[in-house]
Nanobody, 117 residues
Framework: VTLVESGGGLVQPGGSLRLSCAASGFTFSRYSMSWYRQAPGKERELVAA???????????NYADSAKGRFTISRDNAKNTVYLQMNSLKPEDTAVYYC????????WGRGTQVTVSS
């Protein structure tokens, strides 16, 4: 099982980034997917989540800090989940992690996002 995040980097305040998480080794479509982040000295926190796309559909949930700026989506054909991040702020600086949950839980290793001028 692997989850590999990509798309992080350095961006100026107000800019955008699109994170991707490529999954392999499990039945991706059955898993709810989510993005977490962890800033230095802080606990890991949920940013956004999306359902598995089964009977309950691709329901989404966002942290208050992400609402209106971030969009989570998934492509089950590509086994990939995305996080589109717009209007980025310095406080969005963190390592962003992808997580898959069904009966098991898997984590990626993270991608660094730095928002700074």
């Amino acid at each position: 099982v692997t989850l590999v995040e990509s798309g992080g980097g350095l961006v100026q305040p107000g800019g955008s980034l699109r994170l991707s998480c490529a999954a392999s080794g499990f039945t991706f479509s059955r898993y709810s997917m989510s993005w977490y982040r962890q800033a230095p000295g802080k606990e890991r926190e949920l940013v956004a989540a999306i359902g598995s796309g089964d009977s309950v559909g691709d329901s989404t949930n966002y942290a208050d800090s992400a609402k209106g700026r971030f969009t989570i989506s998934r492509d089950n054909a590509k086994n990939t989940v995305y996080l589109q991040m717009n209007s980025l702020k310095p406080e969005d600086t963190a390592v962003y992690y992808c997580r898959a949950v069904y009966f098991s839980s898997y984590w990626g290793r993270g991608t660094q996002v730095t928002v700074s001028s």
